[in-house]
């Protein structure tokens, strides 16, 4: 897929300038790719070196597991080995029943999260992730949205009182990638090829976009209202794409009021996971300054904010993308009990 809408069916203007200047085709050819720019080279060297320490963390911590698992293995045929026969089958019988004892109490907190996600089919607060944008990214971008998706779902079966949501405009490699999660046919979650217009026709009038883009600024949750988030990872080649549809289609937007409790070191745009999740402590706290210093990852904030906001912070999240890959093992193993 291309990088920019203008990038598409090159090949027939290329074949016309062919014909009417060899000259300036040679030259062009010869010229090599365009010279970035000094702040161009600056964000791809960050953006290298970030991709490469975080490979570097996850070998690490693959490693670090693997460690674990064989130190544990060897400490048990150890302390099996070092014991008579009687004490040997009482070590054993233990073992097999606190295996059995975490096997029931596992098997309960799945059936307790199935009767939260099924109440809140009924009476929770709907949230919306508008899947319609994957032509517009390519499959690493994809692949990132999936990994959101599933955080998303995790984090929502945690919560007491989850939110609903909704997976609308799932088509294409979207579904398809969706379609490969293990479990995913059993998620209690909605699930429609349609757009959220279509799937919600009756609700236009409850919609709400959720864009940072907007001049609205949304001060509390309505759950007569349907919060509708963009499934975009945009990469920055996108912007005001989700204000301009919601504009078009004549539904109401609106912002999380993120500038009221904090500073930003950056842009306000946060992930389908964060927004999410922002969401979900809000409905569990009613305290949007919490829900953000809970979520927000400290790396995205100014520094003085940071500091001045150190012990209200409930829950640091420095790494988002790495806390996408830490909950990805969880989500997977709880998702086929949901059926």
Partial sequence: MPESPSGGDGGTPAQTADTENPQTTAEEATAGPPVLSKNARKKLAKQQWYEAKKAEKKAALKEQRRRDVERKRK????????????????????????????MEKRSQEKECKRERLSLAR?????????????????????????????????VNGRCVSPAHLWLTGCEGEMESALKRIPGF?????????????????DRKEDLVYLTADSETVLEELDL??????????????????TLKKAQEQGIQTAKLPIGNFMKMSSSQ???????????????????????????????????????GNAEETVEEVHEQDDDVTASKKKCVEEVPANS
Avoid at 185 to 201: F, Q, T
């Fill in 75 to 102: 400490e048990w045929e150890e302390s099996l080995a070092s014991v008579r026969e009687d004490e040997r089958e009482k070590l054993l019988e233990s073992r097999r029943n606190l295996r059995k004892e975490r």
């Fill in 122 to 154: 009924e009476h929770g607060q709907n949230v919306v992730v508008d899947l319609q944008f994957s032509h517009l990214m390519n499959p690493n971008e994809i692949h990132s949205l999936v990994q959101q998706i599933m955080y998303c779902y995790a």
């Fill in 185 to 201: 046919e059993k998620w209690i979650i909605e699930k429609d090829n349609r757009s959220y217009i279509e799937a919600l026709s």
């Fill in 224 to 241: 007569k209202k349907v919060y509708v988030i963009g499934g975009l990872v945009d990469r920055n080649r996108w912007k005001g794409i």
């Fill in 269 to 307: 745009v946060l992930t389908v996971n964060q927004v999410v999740e922002i969401l979900l402590k809000f409905l569990e706290t009613r305290d949007w300054k919490k829900s953000f210093f809970a979520v927000i990852p400290q790396r995205k904030r100014c520094q003085s904010d940071s500091e």
